[in-house]
T-cell receptor, first 113, second 114 residues
Framework: AQSVTQPDIHITVSEGASLELRCNYS??????LFWYVQSPGQGLQLLLK??????LVQGIKGFEAEFKRSQSSFNLRKPSVHWSDAAEYFC???????????FGKGTTLSVSS | NAGVTQTPKFRVLKTGQSMTLLCAQD?????MYWYRQDPGMGLRLIHY???????AKGEVPDGYNVSRLKKQNFLLGLESAAPSQTSVYFC?????????????FGPGTRLTVL
């Protein structure tokens, strides 16, 4: 069965430091992968998505993610974190039927000054 | 464009009461979804619709019903609310499958069942 694992429940990063949020997926074929961000009290907003082509994808707000088929991973990165990046981040993969997304349980990012 | 809107934003129910949550989208999207979000559980799909007049069960459909009578609206009903249904409910819509399955989310409805 398809699944998404986000191993880190909570991460704290100093402002200005780099960030990497991990995501591992279980999927037989080439997956459609997404990263969403949820600010407190808000809905989810798409950061970036991947299906094929260049394995490094750029998103909004300075985020990027790298698809590694050999590791079944789609990790999210940002070179320099800002206090406004504090939020919950969700990785998702489209199901095989193409009808829905399967979400990970999320990683909460805190930014310290 | 308003995007995806949800009504109401907050609601408190007593056990056994019924209610309907309304989701509306103005992007002419074919697909619409209802999720619930609980602490430590991420988002879990309740029901979804791949077009007007069609609905299907998701991961956690028990205790909920849905209807998609108009393309732009997707209703989620609780016939007899239970405390276990206390959650934040999100509606989302997408243009279609695959790369077009970027889902746009509403702001959420916080439901408390006493």
């Amino acid at each position: 069965a398809q699944s998404v694992t986000q191993p880190d429940i909570h991460i704290t990063v100093s402002e200005g430091a780099s960030l990497e949020l991990r995501c591992n997926y279980s999927y037989g074929a080439t997956p459609y992968l997404f990263w969403y961000v949820q600010s407190p009290g808000q809905g989810l907003q798409l950061l970036l998505k991947y299906f094929s082509g260049d394995t490094l994808v750029q998103g909004i707000k300075g985020f990027e993610a790298e698809f590694k088929r050999s590791q079944s991973s789609f990790n999210l990165r940002k070179p320099s974190v800002h206090w406004s990046d504090a939020a919950e981040y969700f990785c998702a993969v489209q199901n095989q039927a193409g009808t829905a997304l399967i979400f990970g349980k999320g990683t909460t990012l805190s930014v310290s000054s | 464009n308003a995007g995806v809107t949800q009504t109401p934003k907050f609601r408190v129910l007593k056990t056994g009461q019924s209610m309907t949550l309304l989701c509306a989208q103005d992007m002419n999207h074919e697909y619409m979804y209802w999720y619930r979000q609980d602490p430590g559980m991420g988002l879990r799909l309740i029901h979804y619709s791949v077009g007007e007049g069609t609905t299907a069960k998701g991961e956690v459909p028990d205790g909920y019903n849905v209807s998609r009578l108009k393309k732009q609206n997707f209703l989620l009903g609780l016939e007899s609310a239970a405390p276990s249904q206390t959650s934040v409910y999100f509606c989302a819509s997408s243009r279609g499958q695959g790369f077009y399955n970027e889902q746009f989310f509403g702001p959420g409805t916080r439901l408390t069942v006493l």
